[in-house]
């Protein structure tokens, strides 16, 4: 999804909650990981989207309304991304 979209301006985030550093660049070697991964250290980050899992999948709008919100990816992540993004 990442690589799909970032051509039309989305940007994909991960955020790890609570692990170190150390641990957060093994999982990003370990899964491959192709985009920025930033540590929410003190879960406030988890806590403002009220996270229960992992993965919890945020879709945003331009103006930081959230639009999506699950634990997977939904099957039509595409229209949702584009509906979102005006194309």
């Not at 989207?49 to 930081?64: A, E, N, Q, R």
Request: glycine residues 10%.
């Amino acid at each position: 999804m990442a690589s799909e979209f970032e051509s039309k301006g989305v940007k994909v985030v991960g955020i790890n909650i609570g692990e170190g550093e150390a641990r957060i660049k093994e999982a990003i070697k370990d899964f491959g990981i192709q985009y920025p991964v930033v540590r929410d250290a003190d879960t406030s980050v988890s806590r403002t989207y009220k996270v229960v899992g992992t993965p919890t999948i945020v879709f945003l709008d331009k103006k930081g309304n959230v639009q999506y919100f699950g634990n997977e990816l939904p099957k039509d992540y595409a229209n949702r991304l584009n509906t979102i993004i005006g194309s």
